[in-house]
């Protein structure tokens, strides 16, 4: 079965911070993306990668960069954390071309203070 | 714009009482709409891909269909084991394989 890792469960930084969040697959997905989920507000799109070192924003990448070195990783970077950044960050991939679900991680909680 | 509605935003059943969630969309070209499912803090759970006007797809208790504009969850004799919050998404003839979602249903089953 396909997994999505990511990093750290729950995360703590303080405002101001660089924070980087981790997301690797094992299943040599060419399509990863990183949505944040705040109550009331559903999962919007952050970024999206097709391939190693492209990406794509997303609805609300602002505040946000992507790295993409390593088909398997996918970096997500808050280059000066916000406390309005505090929010479920959820990963997921997919195969190139492939009109089915997206493979999720089981998320990160980060807490901006 | 691209447009996913769910609704209601939240709903309580009691154990054994049926009923339905909504999703409704607007999408220039619908490659495929999505049903997940969403425990608290964990990552959505994949229930159901559905891609054309008329399909229907069940899996246990949980049943869902599709129209040229809305999609129906129906859940049958529910238990408290199916709580949980329900998501809704698109994909669309855009190219990409992104999915937008709808702000989902909190689904609560009181025994």
């Known amino acids: 079965d396909v997994k999505v890792t990511q990093s750290s469960r729950y995360l703590v930084k303080r405002t101001g911070e660089k924070v980087f969040l981790e997301c690797v697959q094992d299943?040599?997905?060419?399509?990863m993306f990183w949505y944040r989920q705040d109550p009331g507000l559903g999962l919007r799109l952050i970024y999206f990668?097709?391939?190693?070192?492209?990406?794509e924003k997303g609805d609300i990448p602002e505040g946000y960069s992507v790295s993409r070195e390593k088909k398997e990783r996918f970096s997500l970077i808050l280059e000066s954390a916000s406390t309005n950044q505090t929010s479920m960050y959820l990963c997921?991939?997919?195969?190139?071309?492939?009109?089915?679900?997206?493979?999720f991680g089981s998320g990160t909680q980060l807490s901006v203070l | 714009e691209d447009q996913v509605t769910q609704s209601p935003e939240a709903l309580r059943l009691q154990e054994g009482e049926s009923s339905s969630l909504n999703c409704s969309y607007t999408?220039?070209?619908?490659?495929?709409l999505f049903w997940y499912r969403q425990d608290p803090g964990k990552g959505p759970e994949f229930l159901f891909t559905?891609?054309?006007a008329g399909e229907e797809k069940e899996k246990e208790r949980l049943k869902a269909t599709l129209t040229k504009k809305e999609s129906f969850l129906h859940i049958t004799a529910p238990k408290p084991e199916d709580s949980a919050t329900y998501l809704c998404?698109?994909?669309?003839?855009?190219?990409?394989?992104?999915?937008?979602f709808g702000k989902g249903t909190k689904l609560t089953v009181n025994p």
């Open positions: 999408v220039s070209g619908l490659r495929g």
């Open positions: 998404a698109v994909r669309r003839w855009d190219g990409s394989e992104k999915l937008v």
């Open positions: 997921a991939s997919i195969p190139r071309g492939l009109n089915e679900k997206l493979f």
């Open positions: 990668s097709y391939d190693v070192k492209m990406k």
């Open positions: 299943m040599d997905h060419e399509n």
């Open positions: 559905l891609y054309s």
